[in-house]
């Protein structure tokens, strides 16, 4: 089995997601797509497993998404 959970901590000018993983079932998925909706903030830096990302990996378009590896532990958006 595979079981993920995510904890998610806003703040006025942040946001951090967290996941935790239990089972060792490996999925055939490698990435996850991720959509912010109605963030409070428009994002200025992002942080995976505390290693800076280039901007260019978020998605801004239509929404603010990124594709991010299914091993991550924690996602930090910073905002302004």
Do not use: C, W
Not at 9 to 24: P, V
Not at 43 to 52: C, E, G
């Amino acid at each position: 089995f595979s079981l993920r959970t995510f904890k998610l901590t806003g703040k006025k000018e942040e946001l951090i997601i967290q996941q935790h993983k239990r089972g060792d079932f490996n999925a055939d998925y490698s990435k996850f797509r991720m959509v912010f909706h109605n963030l409070p903030f428009q994002i200025t830096t992002i942080q995976i497993d505390n290693v800076a990302v280039q901007l260019e990996d978020l998605n801004t378009t239509e929404t603010q998404s990124i594709t991010i590896g299914k091993e991550f532990t924690e996602l930090h958006l910073f905002g302004k």
